[in-house]
């Protein structure tokens, strides 16, 4: 089963971080992350984008794990966790 995690301040509070990764059966290391940003229409926006990577980093979520969608169409879940 797929698992989507919504927040509005990523990581910020350390629980929710601690939370998500007890959710997952797999060691942050492990964990394949499609982060979906059409939201972030604009360069000023994009600053959020980059620091909710940097907080899956922190997590210990390696950065080539993560996969970056802009455009929801043909978008495949298969190869993720989250």
């Given amino acids: ?12 509070n350390t629980k929710i971080g601690k939370e998500f990764l007890t959710s997952i ?4 290391i492990d964990v394949k992350v ?3 940003t059409t939201a972030s229409r604009v360069e000023e926006e994009k600053f959020y ?4 990577e940097k907080e899956l980093i922190n997590l210990g979520i390696l950065k080539e794990n993560i996969s970056w969608v802009e455009n929801l169409e043909n ?8």
């Avoid at 978008?75 to 989250?82: T, Y």
């Fill in 34 to 36: 499609l982060f979906i």
């Fill in 1 to 12: 089963m797929k698992k989507l995690l919504l927040t509005s301040d990523g990581f910020k």
């Fill in 49 to 52: 984008v980059k620091e909710s």
């Fill in 25 to 28: 059966d797999k060691i942050p």
């Fill in 75 to 82: 978008v495949e879940v298969e190869n993720c966790d989250v």
